[in-house]
């Protein structure tokens, strides 16, 4: 049964209830005279998102935007589900991602290579959207809603077409995983992922989310940031020392083991989240992004 509360004035939250179970990522609804759900998650949300959506209200045909900040089986894989039921609906994705979704064959190949032949048993099915249905962007564009307006921002870093999401009548910005994890116990993580990250490019992008001065970072792993130029501040400074940490221990040859112990203060540990499906793949989740880009860059 989905949680649902109001997080800015008609900025609902709709939080999993089994999210310590699986992989997951909060969802929200921006309401104006029109109405936008940012971010899916997987195919295997899409009943709890319906279930959230009519707690508030709002019947699933009258939604009329669906904006995920990135393709990733977390956050945007559970988009063909939800056009599936809502023929009408717009999907907002970025210019350099937005094909894996309308033939995923490719994309479904590499979540098995991370996830397992038997990947869909878990996440539901990566289902084609229309493209029709697709509304493509580059950044810059602006959503308008009745009352109030979304700005698309082109974020990459963690993904080369991931976008946050600014809205302008409460100054809040759907950060995806530009900024991090983020978890109601003021804890803050890295979120890189393979197999495109690029380190530079995410700093970048952090200095350019921080220009808008956003009041509130609406994360999607897993809370409500109210301070954020410090956690902006922190991501910064846990990025480039887990960069600087992961490249000299691998320049002295160290294990992986110690590496993970090096980096442990600021990756996504099994301390606050319990995914039974990742708990091989988390470390290698923090290392392995920072590994492809060195040696992108000819670092290592």
């Given at each position: 049964?989905a ?40 195919a ?16 699933k ?33 970025h ?12 994309f ?98 952090k ?66 989240v ?27």
């Amino acid at each position: 049964m989905a949680i649902v509360s109001e997080v800015e004035d008609r900025i609902y939250l709709i939080e999993p209830e089994h999210q310590e179970n699986s992989i997951q990522c909060f969802s929200y609804i921006v309401s104006g005279e029109q109405t936008a759900l940012i971010e899916t998650g997987a195919a295997s949300q899409g009943e709890e998102l319906f279930e959230g959506m009519a707690k508030l209200g709002i019947d699933k045909s009258s939604l009329d935007y669906i904006i995920p900040t990135h393709i990733h089986m977390d956050h945007g894989a559970g988009s063909g589900y939800m056009t599936q039921q809502i023929p009408r609906v717009k999907v907002v994705l970025h210019e350099s991602g937005f094909k894996h979704l309308l033939d995923p064959s490719r994309f479904k190949k590499i979540a098995q290579q991370v996830f397992g032949a038997n990947m869909e048993d878990h996440f539901g099915p990566l289902i084609p959207i229309p493209e029709s249905n697709v509304m493509v962007v580059k950044g810059g564009e602006t959503i308008p809603l009745g009352g109030r307006e979304l700005k698309i921002i082109h974020s990459p870093g963690h993904a080369p077409h991931h976008i946050c999401i600014f809205d302008t009548k409460c100054g809040g910005l759907f950060c995806g995983e530009a900024l991090g994890c983020y978890f109601s116990d003021d804890t803050l993580t890295i979120a890189s992922a393979p197999p495109v990250f690029e380190l530079e490019q995410a700093l970048a992008t952090k200095n350019r989310l921080e220009e808008l001065s956003p009041a509130v970072l609406f994360f999607s792993q897993w809370a409500v940031g109210r301070k954020p130029r410090e956690l902006m501040m922190r991501w910064e400074e846990y990025t480039r020392s887990c960069a600087e940490l992961i490249l000299n221990s691998l320049k002295a040859g160290e294990s992986e083991d110690m590496i993970i112990k090096k980096i442990a203060p600021y990756t996504l540990g099994l301390d606050h989240v319990k995914w039974p499906l990742l708990e091989k793949l988390l470390d290698s989740f923090a290392i392995s992004p920072f590994v492809a880009y060195f040696k992108r860059e000819g670092m290592l």
